[in-house]
T-cell receptor, first 118, second 113 residues
């Protein structure tokens, strides 16, 4: 099946710094990528939808200036957490939708990135 | 709008016993339904999905789910639990007009020896 990678798998940063998380589709072109956030023992909450070559669409309540998303190519999307604070600590998961995929729009998920802000 | 309700945040079964994880959905359009499994500190792996056609869907690792429109349900079952099935399970729905998935709150499956 299709593979999506994320890098880094975990990161610890100091409060006030910025962190970039990469999401790559390894063997297919992803016209659409999604970024989710998961708090401990909770479900995934959609943060934003990014389409290659256009601005991301953010869900209500997600600060676009804090969570910068760039989808520069059909295989790479990045999420940058700017001026991170401890409350941004979470598990961030990306998924990619195959542009030539089924109408069901199956998404392939990355392994996630654990962000800890100290 | 779509929503997913998973009944039971924790389910515990004995090894070899039937696994039943419940999922009810709400969707204003014919839904696509999914079950994912998540192991600790990992991403999500697709177990199975329903799009159209046969309402009984078979997935990986011996799991299956039945789409019941009249009950707006998509419960996940497995006849005989293995220790390796212990994980978090998420039901998700996608409407035809929306590309992102809406997830349920998840059910943690515990398998006792």
């Amino acid at each position: 099946g299709a593979v999506v990678s994320q890098h880094p798998s975990w990161v610890i940063c100091k409060s006030g710094t910025s962190v970039k998380i990469e999401c790559r589709s390894l063997d297919f072109q992803a016209t659409t990528m999604f970024w989710y956030r998961q708090f401990p023992k909770q479900s995934l909450m959609l943060m934003a939808t990014s389409n290659e070559g256009s601005k991301a669409t953010y869900e209500q309540g997600v600060e676009k200036d804090k969570f910068l998303i760039n989808h520069a190519s059909l295989t790479l999307s990045t999420l940058t957490v700017t001026s991170a604070h401890p409350e941004d600590s979470s598990f961030y998961i990306c998924s990619a939708r195959d542009g030539g995929g089924s109408p069901a729009g199956e998404q392939y998920f990355g392994p996630g990135t654990r962000l800890t802000v100290t | 709008a779509q929503s997913v309700t998973q009944l039971g945040s924790h389910v515990s079964v004995s090894e070899g016993a039937l696994v039943l994880l419940r999922c009810n959905y709400s969707s204003s359009v014919p839904p696509y339904l999914f079950w994912y499994v998540q192991y600790p500190n990992q991403g999500l792996q697709l177990l199975l999905k329903y799009t159209t056609g046969a309402t009984l869907v078979k997935g990986i690792n011996g799991f299956e789910a039945e789409f019941k429109k009249s009950e707006t349900s998509f419960h996940l079952t497995k006849p005989s639990a293995h220790m390796s099935d212990a994980a978090e399970y998420f039901c998700a729905v996608k409407g035809t007009g929306r590309r992102a998935l809406t997830f349920g709150s998840g059910t943690r499956l515990q398998v006792q020896p």
